[in-house]
C-alpha cells in the first residue's frame, strides 16, 4: 500500500520542524512539501497532489484564518484532499467555520492534542 501524501503548512518553524518530524517517522506517511504561508500551501497542493494537508488554522499572510481559508480552497478545488486543521485555540467558530459544508474529510485538532509517536 503506497504512503500517505502529506504537505504541511506551518509558521513556527520549531512547530513546523516537530510536526515534519513525527510524519516522516510514520512509515504510512510521505512528506511531500512544507509551506509556511497560505500561497506556499496552495502552490504545494496544486504541484504535488497531496492526500492530505496538515495546516495551522493562522498563517501569513493575514495571520487570521488562513487554515479555513485553505480548506474552503481544497474543497473546491481538491475535494480528495483530507484537510486537518491545527489550532492553539479552543474556538468554536474555527471548528464551525471547517466543517459548514461536511465534515467528510476535515478534522479540528488543537496542538497541545497532537503527540509523539507510540510504539
Known amino acids: ?4 501524501r ?7 518553524t520549531l512547530l513546523r520542524e516537530g510536526i515534519s518530524r513525527l510524519i516522516e517517522g510514520d512509515g ?8 509556511s504561508n497560505l ?18 488554522i493562522r498563517m501569513p499572510p493575514t495571520g487570521t484564518d488562513e487554515g479555513i481559508q485553505a480548506a474552503s480552497w481544497l474543497r473546491e478545488h481538491q475535494p480528495k484532499v483530507g484537510v486537518v486543521v491545527l489550532s492553539q ?8 467555520e471547517l466543517l459548514e459544508d461536511g465534515s467528510a474529510g476535515r478534522a479540528y ?11
Open 1 to 4: 500500500m503506497p504512503a500517505i
Open 6 to 12: 502529506v504537505v504541511l503548512a506551518e509558521d513556527n
Open 28 to 35: 504510512d506517511l510521505e512528506l511531500v512539501g512544507v509551506a
Open 39 to 56: 500561497p506556499e500551501l496552495l502552490a504545494l497542493v496544486v504541484e504535488h497532489e497531496p492526500d492530505v494537508v496538515v495546516t495551522d
Open 89 to 96: 485555540y479552543t474556538a468554536p467558530a474555527y471548528a464551525l
Open 109 to 119: 485538532l488543537l496542538k497541545e492534542r497532537v503527540a509523539g509517536r507510540t510504539n
